[in-house]
């Protein structure tokens, strides 16, 4: 059993809708991560919240948005997305950003999208 | 130049097998460094990080080498269960701690 846990595991979205992802952890790690996967690709990092803030986006489009309510939980709030978006988005967490001995990832079991 | 690169796959091996992964990292600043694996359909998996004296885990054993920029994973009597993507994966100082994600490297092993 993974210890990040992300809902829903599956979606469907059209273009028009708005959803979210989930993600939660009870590890005490601090830092949390959004990462985008394409089947045969790694994965590619979208955001990253150390301690609560906003610490890393990159470059992300703006119909989706991150959201980190506590150190426990992590959204991602998708809106007006495109067919090129569907891909399995993984959270993960770590102890601490940036510290080369307490940045070791764990993963949830991902949310794979599908945009019609 | 990619940041990390790794062996191109896939790696078909039998069953009881010895097979080496290799991956370079072009920044010197990087300080940490692991392997994980990722099966079909599933989310990566810590396999192990990667240290300077270089580690073992029972069949796998990982390398570092500073001076030229690369790490091993090597993994012996292969299993079926072995079959997946391993990926390297780099921490680098200078860039706020993002860890840098290799291509993957798929391995099959073969009954």
């Known amino acids: 059993d993974t210890e990040v846990t992300q809902t829903p595991k599956h979606l469907v979205m059209g273009m028009t809708n708005k959803k979210s992802l989930k993600c939660e952890q009870h590890m005490g790690h601090r830092a949390m991560y959004w990462y985008k996967q394409k089947a045969k690709k790694p994965p590619e990092l979208m955001f990253v919240y150390s301690y609560e803030k906003l610490s890393i986006n990159e470059s992300v489009p703006s119909r989706f948005s991150p959201e980190c309510p506590n150190s426990s939980l992590l959204n991602l709030h998708l809106h007006a997305l495109q067919p090129e978006d569907s891909a399995l988005y993984l959270c993960?967490?770590?102890?601490?950003?940036?510290?080369?001995?307490?940045?070791?990832?764990?993963f949830g079991a991902g949310s794979r999208l599908t945009v019609l | 130049r990619k940041e990390v690169e790794q062996d191109p796959g896939p790696f078909n091996v039998p069953e009881g097998a010895t097979v080496a992964f290799n991956c370079t990292y072009s920044n010197s600043a990087s300080q940490s460094f692991f392997w994980y694996r990722q099966d079909c359909r599933k989310e990566p998996k810590l396999l192990m990080s990667v240290y300077s004296s270089g580690n073992e885990d029972g069949r796998f054993t990982a390398q570092l080498n500073r001076a030229s920029q690369y790490i091993s994973l090597l993994i012996r009597d292969s299993k079926l269960s072995d079959s997946a993507t391993y990926l390297c994966v780099v921490n680098v100082y200078n860039q706020g701690g993002k860890l840098i994600f290799g291509q993957g490297t798929e391995l099959s092993v073969k009954p």
């Open positions: 993960a967490s770590s102890q601490e950003l940036g510290s080369s001995g307490a940045n070791v990832l764990t």
